[in-house]
Nanobody, 118 residues
Framework: QVQLVESGGGLVQAGGSLRLSCSAS????????MNWYRQAPGKQREWVAD???????RYAESVQGRFTISRDYAKNTMYLQMNGLKPEDTGVYYC????????????WGQGTQVTVSS
């Protein structure tokens, strides 16, 4: 059992920055990939970025060059540093963990709201 809790969301003006955190607790299986997703009002949830146990990272084209995903194993925490925020970045940001074999379990956080004003 793993619990994920996001934090760090808030209101920011266009061009500003925010750092989101995802704190993991419980029976964490070390081989895993963690993701950030987001969902804007009236739209489907979309993938934003991920990071593997080997520290490999990937980003959606819409955020590449502006967002940076990282993880701190000692703190069981994943981060999303968001710079150069745009109004279209507004939405609820969700943390997600996918365990590698043999477990193959996945978990979702409850989300944190990010609002970027123009």
């Amino acid at each position: 059992q793993v619990q994920l809790v996001e934090s760090g969301g808030g209101l920011v003006q266009a061009g500003g920055s925010l750092r989101l955190s995802c704190s993991a607790s419980g029976d964490i299986f070390a081989p895993n990939t963690m993701n950030w997703y987001r969902q804007a009002p009236g739209k489907q949830r979309e993938w934003v970025a991920d990071i593997t146990i080997g520290e490999n990272t990937r980003y959606a084209e819409s955020v590449q060059g502006r967002f940076t995903i990282s993880r701190d194993y000692a703190k069981n925490t994943m981060y999303l540093q968001m710079n150069g925020l745009k109004p279209e970045d507004t939405g609820v940001y969700y943390c997600h963990m996918r365990e590698l074999p043999p477990r193959w379990n996945y978990y979702w956080g409850q989300g944190t709201q990010v609002t970027v004003s123009s």
